[in-house]
């Protein structure tokens, strides 16, 4: 995670501002107290609230003002901004929020018809607000059972703690760490820009003080949705009102002779994350395996640490299924900028302790080799409690299995998606967060739909993407703006019909397409 930025800006906001300068939706980046503050109007309505995301850190005053909320810049989340409560992830925590006065100027008696100008004033600094436990609890299930404590089995419980539910929550997770950032593993913890804190997505006393029974280290052999238990690998059975799968995905295993030494890393879990960092220390020679995001993030974390990498492929260039082929080149030429050489067009035939053989006789030296080939989804335990599967979890648009007391959510769910008028499975911890949350609300009895607009990015050296919608397959690219100044957009369709838009430092436009995706789906007006 980056650092939050407190560098101050602008006008010191106590001290008044005219209200001329700033139009309805626009906003004016100041301070106060010696805080970051931004100024947002909003119609009749001033707002004064923190100007840093409390995510990783992003000038809110770069995002988008839409209606009565702010949308962040760099990873989408939602502030409202009458509250400050985040109200879509990834930030989890609110921004605050000032107190405002507004000294309106008597109007000039020559312009009687001119609304009156003037001064708005940041007071005091206004304590959190803590989300009024909702009205609309319609059900109340007697405990819910959460296996899983990744992006979606963090957010439903913390949703349903904020929603009054006052029932027992268990969250079962394999993993030995409390919920992390999993972005964070191959980006800046593995650079070495980021700190071993910064991984986790609450610090271990928010389960304890949220009366969340979290259990680490344990994994869920069984559901048995006759008698609604859920039994574990230790022979304990558990007893649940309602259950939220929400198991991710594992990554798929390379087979070939070697493949088992103890110097090839897989990175899923913080435990792989925090091995893989202690190998990097003393590595000279890294080969990655695979060109996906999280190879080419690993790629370039490795370069950070002076590392020498080779990356192995078999596409012809990276990313290129989903990028398409002039973006996938540039990345590819960013990362041989940085030194990485790439064997593609081949895969890898044995490992041994030094040297890793590819299947065109090539031998690459490599002390460290990271496989990442991509994932699969984790649906053995629904597949055998004869949940309905399709490449995934089969939910529907409130995330309800075929069994009306199991939800599911993040990498496993596939759901009925209104951009694409299909049912889709993602990847992206943004969306496994949004789906956590709108199925701890489903548990409750609320009905919401899912239908967030899906949305990802990658960061690799100083280069950020930004993707938001779905193309998993698209007939036409469209580039708008200069790839080599890194300041572009690409646009995916099929049949003439806009799929997905990718950004490259384009925040704004990356925002845009997000609420235009919206309004086709008739999510705004
Ligand atoms: C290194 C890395 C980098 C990434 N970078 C990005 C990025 O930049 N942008 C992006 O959008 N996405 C990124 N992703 C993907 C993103 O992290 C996932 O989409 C997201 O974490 C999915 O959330 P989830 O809750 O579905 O699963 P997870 O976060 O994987 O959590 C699954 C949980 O289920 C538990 N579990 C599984 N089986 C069992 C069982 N039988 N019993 C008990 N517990 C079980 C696991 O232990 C874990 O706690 C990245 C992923 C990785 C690994
Ligand atoms: S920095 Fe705001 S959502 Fe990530």
Same mark, same amino acid.
């Given at each position: 995670m980056g650092e939050v930025k407190t560098e101050l800006s602008g006008p010191d906001l106590t001290q008044g501002v005219g209200l001329a300068a700033i139009p309805n939706g626009a906003m004016l980046l100041g301070h106060a107290g010696g805080e970051p503050v931004l100024l947002v109007r909003g119609g009749d309505e001033v707002f004064a609230i923190g100007a840093i995301c409390p995510h990783y850190g992003a000038p809110l005053v770069e995002g988008l003002v839409v209606g009565a909320t702010i949308r962040c810049p760099w990873h989408h989340a939602c502030f409202n901004l009458r509250t400050g409560q985040a109200l879509r992830p990834p930030a989890l925590d609110p921004v605050a929020r000032w107190r405002v006065k507004v000294v309106h100027n008597p109007a000039p008696q020559h312009m009687p018809e001119e609304p009156p100008a003037g001064t708005v004033y940041v007071l005091e600094r206004l304590p959190g607000v803590d989300r009024p436990p909702s009205a609309r609890v319609l059900k109340v299930p007697e405990s819910v059972v959460i296996v899983g404590g990744g992006a979606a089995g963090n957010a439903a419980a913390a949703v349903l703690r904020q929603e009054g539910y006052r029932g027992p929550i268990t969250m079962l997770s394999a993993d030995q760490s409390p919920p992390c950032d999993r972005p964070n593993l191959s980006k800046g913890y593995l650079a070495g820009t980021a700190s071993d804190e910064s991984n986790l997505l609450r610090p271990a006393s928010f389960y304890q =003080?949220? =009366?969340i029974a979290l259990s680490l280290g344990t994994r869920v052999a069984a559901?048995?949705?006759?008698?609604n238990q859920v039994k574990l690998v230790d022979g304990r059975q558990l007893t649940y009102g309602a259950l939220l799968l929400a198991t991710g995905a594992e990554p798929t295993r390379l087979e070939v002779p070697g493949g088992e030494l103890p110097h090839v890393h897989y990175l899923r879990t913080l435990a792989d994350s925090r091995a893989l960092v202690s190998k990097a220390l003393a590595a000279r020679h890294a080969v990655v395996i695979g060109a996906s995001f999280i190879g080419l993030e690993v790629a370039a974390s490795?370069?950070?640490?002076?590392?020498?990498?080779?990356?192995?492929? #078999? *596409?012809?260039? #990276?990313m290129e299924r989903i990028l398409g082929a002039e973006l996938g080149q540039f990345i590819r030429q960013l990362h041989e900028q940085h030194g990485v050489r790439f064997h593609l067009g081949t895969t890898v035939t044995t490992i041994d302790e030094e040297v890793v053989t590819l299947k065109n006789g090539e031998r690459v030296p490599a002390d460290l080799v990271v496989v990442g080939i991509g994932v699969r989804p984790a649906i053995a335990l629904a597949e055998r409690a004869d949940l309905a599967i399709d490449r995934g979890v089969t939910v529907d648009e409130y995330l309800q299995t075929s069994d009306p007391h199991i939800f599911a959510a993040g990498d496993i769910a596939r759901w009925p998606d209104r951009l694409t008028g299909e049912r889709i499975r993602v990847e992206h911890f943004v969306v496994a967060e949004r789906q956590g949350q709108t199925a701890a609300r489903n548990i409750l009895g609320y009905? *919401?739909?899912? =239908?967030?607009? #899906?949305?990802?990015?990658? *960061?690799?050296y100083d280069l950020g993407i930004v993707y938001v919608g779905h193309a998993e397959q698209w007939d036409e690219v469209h580039r708008d703006g200069d790839l080599e100044a890194r300041d572009c957009s690409f646009t995916y369709r099929r049949d003439g019909k806009t799929l997905a838009v990718a950004t490259i430092h384009r925040d704004q436009e990356a925002l845009r397409a997000e609420i235009e995706f919206e309004q086709t789906i008739g999510l705004r007006g």
């Amino acid at each position: 995670m980056g650092e939050v930025k407190t560098e101050l800006s602008g006008p010191d906001l106590t001290q008044g501002v005219g209200l001329a300068a700033i139009p309805n939706g626009a906003m004016l980046l100041g301070h106060a107290g010696g805080e970051p503050v931004l100024l947002v109007r909003g119609g009749d309505e001033v707002f004064a609230i923190g100007a840093i995301c409390p995510h990783y850190g992003a000038p809110l005053v770069e995002g988008l003002v839409v209606g009565a909320t702010i949308r962040c810049p760099w990873h989408h989340a939602c502030f409202n901004l009458r509250t400050g409560q985040a109200l879509r992830p990834p930030a989890l925590d609110p921004v605050a929020r000032w107190r405002v006065k507004v000294v309106h100027n008597p109007a000039p008696q020559h312009m009687p018809e001119e609304p009156p100008a003037g001064t708005v004033y940041v007071l005091e600094r206004l304590p959190g607000v803590d989300r009024p436990p909702s009205a609309r609890v319609l059900k109340v299930p007697e405990s819910v059972v959460i296996v899983g404590g990744g992006a979606a089995g963090n957010a439903a419980a913390a949703v349903l703690r904020q929603e009054g539910y006052r029932g027992p929550i268990t969250m079962l997770s394999a993993d030995q760490s409390p919920p992390c950032d999993r972005p964070n593993l191959s980006k800046g913890y593995l650079a070495g820009t980021a700190s071993d804190e910064s991984n986790l997505l609450r610090p271990a006393s928010f389960y304890q =003080d949220n =009366d969340i029974a979290l259990s680490l280290g344990t994994r869920v052999a069984a559901i048995n949705t006759g008698r609604n238990q859920v039994k574990l690998v230790d022979g304990r059975q558990l007893t649940y009102g309602a259950l939220l799968l929400a198991t991710g995905a594992e990554p798929t295993r390379l087979e070939v002779p070697g493949g088992e030494l103890p110097h090839v890393h897989y990175l899923r879990t913080l435990a792989d994350s925090r091995a893989l960092v202690s190998k990097a220390l003393a590595a000279r020679h890294a080969v990655v395996i695979g060109a996906s995001f999280i190879g080419l993030e690993v790629a370039a974390s490795l370069r950070a640490r002076n590392i020498a990498v080779h990356v192995i492929a #078999p *596409e012809a260039i #990276p990313m290129e299924r989903i990028l398409g082929a002039e973006l996938g080149q540039f990345i590819r030429q960013l990362h041989e900028q940085h030194g990485v050489r790439f064997h593609l067009g081949t895969t890898v035939t044995t490992i041994d302790e030094e040297v890793v053989t590819l299947k065109n006789g090539e031998r690459v030296p490599a002390d460290l080799v990271v496989v990442g080939i991509g994932v699969r989804p984790a649906i053995a335990l629904a597949e055998r409690a004869d949940l309905a599967i399709d490449r995934g979890v089969t939910v529907d648009e409130y995330l309800q299995t075929s069994d009306p007391h199991i939800f599911a959510a993040g990498d496993i769910a596939r759901w009925p998606d209104r951009l694409t008028g299909e049912r889709i499975r993602v990847e992206h911890f943004v969306v496994a967060e949004r789906q956590g949350q709108t199925a701890a609300r489903n548990i409750l009895g609320y009905r *919401e739909r899912f =239908d967030a607009v #899906p949305f990802f990015w990658t *960061e690799q050296y100083d280069l950020g993407i930004v993707y938001v919608g779905h193309a998993e397959q698209w007939d036409e690219v469209h580039r708008d703006g200069d790839l080599e100044a890194r300041d572009c957009s690409f646009t995916y369709r099929r049949d003439g019909k806009t799929l997905a838009v990718a950004t490259i430092h384009r925040d704004q436009e990356a925002l845009r397409a997000e609420i235009e995706f919206e309004q086709t789906i008739g999510l705004r007006g």
